[in-house]
């Protein structure tokens, strides 16, 4: 069985990640996806809330088990632990590629069983980011293009804004 782990801060998920799912479902027999805890970047949602905002989009995905998960510690003991075999991960653009490599080339150093593989984001997806989501929503834009309806929802519950268009 092909299982492949795709963390990430998903805070929150938006078209992007979803894009990558999406592409790796024709590829891997299971994902894993699996929020961060702990992460450093001082998240807006909570990780319940991220799990369920991920759980709920990722409902219609077909061809492939998907299953999602947080993690606490190191990637490549979640993914051995989860007897997967590769890391699963988005490339937006060449402003992704040196962070992704040094995250790789890390985990490499911890572990070779573990593989890093890389999906080319869609180019309607490749400017999306969680950060510049929340950047939108803070201020009351629209967000419906970018993430599910109801991440959008809570994206406003969060900053206690009426959608006003
Ligand atoms: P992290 O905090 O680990 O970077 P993110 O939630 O920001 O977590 O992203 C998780 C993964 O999804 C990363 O590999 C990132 O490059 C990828 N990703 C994020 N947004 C997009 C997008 N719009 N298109 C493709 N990949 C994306």
């Given at each position: ?13 938006t ?17 894993i ?5 702990n ?19 990722v ?32 490339l ?17 150093i911890?572990s ?8 080319m984001?869609?180019?309607?997806h490749?400017?999306i ?21 109801h ?15």
């Amino acid at each position: 069985m092909k299982i492949a782990v795709y963390p990430g801060s998903f805070d929150p998920i938006t078209y992007g990640h979803l894009d990558i799912i999406q592409r790796g479902a024709k590829v891997f027999d299971k994902i894993i996806v699996a929020t961060l805890l702990n992460s450093s970047k001082n998240p807006l949602f909570t990780t319940e809330e991220r799990t369920e905002m991920i759980r709920e989009s990722v409902k219609g995905i077909q061809g492939c088990e998907i299953e999602v998960d947080s993690f606490d510690g190191l990637l490549v003991d979640y993914v051995k632990k989860r007897k997967a075999n590769v890391i699963l991960r988005g490339l937006r653009a060449i402003s992704d590629f040196e962070y992704e490599l040094q995250i790789a080339s890390v985990n490499r150093i911890v572990s070779d069983e573990v593989e890093t593989l890389f999906f080319m984001s869609n180019n309607k997806h490749s400017f999306i980011s969680s950060s510049m989501v929340k950047e939108l929503a803070r201020y009351g834009a629209e967000t419906k293009e970018l993430v599910p309806d109801h991440v959008a929802k809570m994206l406003h519950m969060k900053y206690g804004i009426q959608k006003t268009r």
